[in-house]
């Protein structure tokens, strides 16, 4: 049974900075990455790596976000710096592994002045 528990969520000002955590287990993981999706809006992806370490950006985040992997851990972090508004949205865990793709339960990222 795959589990992805995510944590790090929460109210920031623009400008300001979060680190989101995903800790997976269940499974062997190849890829782990963030999705997010603001109201309205479809899920996007914002970041990817591999277990090789092979990072993917989504082009409004590079430069201001950082992913992340302890394989040790089966962990997934991504530190969001210089937050925007339209930045706000709930980002998602995804995992790939043997078994499929798993998804967490989401966790809110608010940018408010």
């Known amino acids: 049974q795959v589990q992805l528990v995510e944590s790090g969520g929460g109210l920031v000002q623009p400008g300001g900075s979060l680190r989101l955590s995903c800790a997976a287990s269940?499974?062997?993981?190849?890829?782990l990455g963030w999705y997010r999706q603001a109201p309205g809006k479809q899920r996007e992806l914002v970041a990817t790596i591999t277990s090789g370490g092979t990072k993917n950006y989504e082009d409004s985040v590079k430069g201001r976000f950082t992913i992340s992997r302890d394989n040790a851990k089966n962990t997934v972090y991504l530190q969001m710096n210089s937050l925007k508004p339209e930045d706000t949205a709930v980002y998602y865990c995804?995992?790939?592994?043997?078994?499929?793709?798993?998804w967490g339960q989401g966790t809110q990222v608010t940018v408010s002045s």
């Open positions: 269940g499974d062997i993981f190849s890829t």
């Open positions: 995804n995992a790939r592994g043997w078994g499929g793709e798993s």
